[in-house]
């Protein structure tokens, strides 16, 4: 494999220290050679890892299970009671409504979501925010825009091309042409995300109040406040324990739900056999023609409470990232799919005979021998429910911060397994004070199940328009296949949808208020983040500025090493004049420190960091751009700095083995530019426009030792003074920008930026906090700017 610098000089990778430094090129040639090869040989295992061995497949189809099919499974407790809340008129109607209920089931998770929506994952990862990604890689739709074609080499930037006359590429121009529709894009996938929210809220609501709703079946006299209370000392135990993560117990998860869907499976054919066996009939669609020919505004609403029977489709595309598609698809169709239409069908059959109970159905189904044990089962599954959507909810939050569209908040990972888990502090507090208001403030499945409605029939809205672009973009299907799967399933969804428009002042609107909160949050955040990165973009200071002050910088030089935070992948930023026209002092080296977030889930260590050298040799001034997923760990702040001095310690060597660097190189010029390294036939490296400020020249190989050594000798001059540098102390600079409305600005821009923007400013984390960097050695540099 050709070599390609840039990998291991940007991923600070380790270089042999016994080998000879002063060696010739060819040494390096080769080391680089094998170094790439290794690389392949890693990827070409982790190829081979994801194809499973049917036995490790049917196990994690067991283990899936617990983590993604948890809500979907609990539905039964509560479906019939929220489809008929008025009793039952036709005893007929029973029928249409297990139908709806079988090709529901059918047509929403089994084919659109295990089957099309869960291929549409980001190397695992699901729920919107990673839809999102996969669009920004293959369109350029990020509305801050700080991504560079380097970005596209990483191992996992995996990305399609497409012919410029075909209709995927017409569809990418059409929406990279105007900001409105980038911005549209981002605001439907908040959107969804705040839907989801609203289901972690509302799932651990509904799942455990219709639980604990079991006492009253066999307790009469216990009243319904008790259960409430119940409820709520379960839900307050739940979220108390988050911060223990789900490692320790998730191993209990997967057999309680396989229990509690075997439990299920088995009543409902007990009730099958034992109460009705003409419910069966339901399987022809032609009852849901005579369900709604029968008329009446009931029937059409009741389609509200059918629908949760498919409720926790979010979910289970969210949770999807520690399992292959192929474990979820056969988890399903093997043990949920079957499970539920039996349990449907008994529930069903026992109405049948007696309408009454329809608003018990589940418990009052149960024979009395096991009622207790089934009790006991449904709790337990309940619990494991809503652990799956609060743990989905801390995953879409943690995708919504990197994309910079939430506030800094404090992450958590839980466990040293894997990276998916993990837990917010602070959104778990205000999900469990929503849960215990919804909870107790409704008190009844009927109202908090038409809120679930509404939240869901929204997220699968979303879902239906992302694939849409994925189909296109990513998958680059026929637009008729396209045309056919979105007008499917924008006919079911809009059906369920405009039911529950019915529903909406019976509890509809909960889900609509809370997400309409964290979307102005989210949105009012993302603005602010959107204009202060415009504001260093537009202000960044000129390399004719820089190279007239000359090494010195007009200022005294002294020991030490200055970290200067940007959030500019490119150029100086402004805070770096604002800092040297009002002290009389910068350290030796300086490094600009870029801190980005990229569209993937995950930047390999290797690849993690890029190093570009800005000015000649003398001035000793470096750009690091730090590159990380959404799915990251940002590490302490002792492991960030060692990664970042060993990559910078990397380039100097490598740099300083290649004849013409860039403080010698005769092309050298203000309107220079930032280069990457790239492969060719001729040369160990030849260098790509990156950037209006840095410059470095093309190398050629060469094959004399002496030549090297020379070049060597002044590489090993620079590593030693920036070792003494650090030995004398590295300090933290960043920016404290403060960004305020005009004063002309209209006042919705004032109250969004004046009050919101500036209250979330103040209770987010700060930069400095969430990489750990010691107070001591932390230097803010304060500016203004106006929006």
């Known amino acids: 494999m050709a070599a390609r610098v840039e990998a291991a000089t940007m991923g600070g990778g380790e270089i042999d220290e016994e080998s000879d430094e002063r060696g010739s090129m060819w040494d390096l040639d080769q080391k680089l050679d094998q170094s790439m090869d290794e690389e392949a040989g890693r990827l070409r295992n982790m190829y081979k890892e994801k194809k499973f061995s049917a036995l490790l497949l049917l196990q994690l189809s067991f283990q899936s299970l617990g983590v993604v099919y948890g809500d979907l499974g609990t539905s039964p407790l509560y479906v019939f009671y929220n489809t008929f809340p008025h009793g039952i008129k036709d005893p007929e109607d029973i029928i249409g409504a297990l139908s709806l209920i079988i090709y529901s089931l059918t047509l929403i998770p089994l084919l659109k979501y295990v089957f099309v929506v869960c291929k549409a994952n980001d190397n695992g990862q699901g729920g919107t925010f990673a839809l999102y990604s996969l669009l920004c890689r293959h369109a350029k739709v990020k509305t801050i825009r700080n991504q560079h074609r380097t970005d596209e080499e990483l191992t996992t930037y995996s990305r399609s091309t497409f012919h410029e006359h075909s209709f995927a590429a017409k569809t990418k121009r059409w929406l990279e042409d105007r900001t409105s529709r980038k911005t549209a894009l981002l605001v ?5 995300t705040c839907m989801v929210i609203g289901d972690g809220i509302l799932t651990p609501a509904i799942s455990v109040l219709s639980a604990a709703g079991g006492l009253r079946v066999n307790l009469p006299h216990i009243s319904n406040g008790v259960v409430v209370l119940v409820a709520v000392v379960i839900l307050v135990s739940l979220f108390s324990v988050q911060h223990y993560g ?16 075997l439990s299920i499976a ?6 099958i056999w034992k109460h009705d066996t003409t419910v069966l009939k339901a399987f022809s669609p032609v009852y849901i023609y005579r369900y709604f020919k029968r008329g009446g505004i009931d029937r059409w609403t009741s389609l509200g409470g059918i629908m949760l029977s498919i409720t926790g489709i979010e979910a289970l595309f969210a949770d999807l990232s ?6 979820v698809q056969i988890a399903f169709t093997a043990i949920v799919f079957p499970c539920l239409l039996l349990a449907y069908s008994g529930q069903a059959a026992y109405i049948r005979n007696h309408p009454h109970h329809v608003a018990d159905a589940f418990y009052r189904s149960i024979p009395g021998s096991v009622y207790w044990p089934m009790f006991i089962i449904a709790t337990a599954a309940a619990i494991v429910a809503s652990q799956a959507t609060i743990s989905a909810t801390f995953s879409l939050i943690k995708q919504a911060l990197a994309h910079g569209c939430f506030p800094r908040v404090k992450v958590v990972h839980t466990s040293r397994k894997f990276l998916g888990q993990i837990y917010v502090p602070d959104i778990n507090w205000i999900l469990m004070i929503l849960c215990i208001a919804v909870t107790a403030g409704f008190k009844n499945q009927s109202q908090i199940g038409n809120a679930y409605g509404t939240a869901v029939v929204i997220v699968m809205l979303v879902t239906t328009l ?11 299907c026929h637009w008729v296949l396209v045309l056919v799967f979105t007008v499917l399933s924008l006919v079911v969804e809009c059906t369920y949808f405009s039911a529950m ?10 889900p609509l208020v809370i997400a309409a909160a964290f979307l102005l949050i989210m949105s009012v955040w993302h603005y602010g983040t959107l204009k202060r990165y415009e504001f260093e973009m537009h202000s960044r200071v000129s390399m004719a500025w820089i190279l007239g002050l000359g090494p010195s910088l007009g200022l005294v030089r002294v020991p030490g090493v200055g970290l200067v935070y940007t959030e500019l992948a490119s150029g100086v930023p402004h805070i770096f004049s604002h800092f040297i026209t009002n002290l009389p002092a910068i350290h030796s080296v300086v490094v600009f420190v870029c801190v980005k977030n990229l569209p993937v889930y995950t930047v390999p260590e290797e690849e993690r960091f890029l190093v570009k050298r800005i000015g000649p040799k003398n001035f000793h001034m470096f750009r690091c751009v730090a590159r990380y997923g959404y799915g990251d760990l940002h590490k302490k702040d002792d492991d960030f700095e060692k990664r970042l001095f060993e990559s910078l310690f990397l380039f100097i060597r490598l740099e300083s083995m290649m004849e013409g660097g860039c403080s010698d190189s005769d092309d050298y010029s203000i309107c220079g530019s930032q280069n990457h390294f790239k492969e060719k036939n001729e040369n160990v490296a030849t260098f790509d426009t990156f950037d209006s400020i840095e410059s470095i020249t093309p190398v050629k190989r060469v094959s004399h030792t002496v030549t090297a050594s020379s070049q060597m000798s002044g590489g090993v001059d620079e ?11 590295v300090v933290h600079i960043m920016g404290n920008t403060v960004v305020r409305a005009r004063r002309q600005a209209r006042f919705y821009k004032k109250i969004a930026i004046d009050y919101v923007y500036a209250f979330l400013r103040k209770i987010c984390r700060e930069h400095s906090v969430i990489f750990n960097v010691p107070q001591e050695s932390l230097l803010n540099v304060g500016q203004i700017f106006y929006v």
């Open 188 to 192: 439907l996938v908040l959107v969804g």
């Open 246 to 261: 789900t490692d320790r117990v998730g191993w209990l998860f997967a057999p309680i739900v396989f229990l509690w869907f």
């Open 266 to 271: 088995s009543i409902g054919m007990y009730n």
């Open 322 to 327: 520690h399992f292959p598609v192929s474990a």
């Open 466 to 476: 992302l694939m849409t672009l994925i189909m296109i973009l990513v998958w680059r």
């Open 501 to 510: 428009l019915f529903k909406v002042d019976q509890g509809g609107w909960v």
């Open 719 to 729: 590593l030693e003074f920036i070792n003494r540098c650090r030995d004398a102390g």
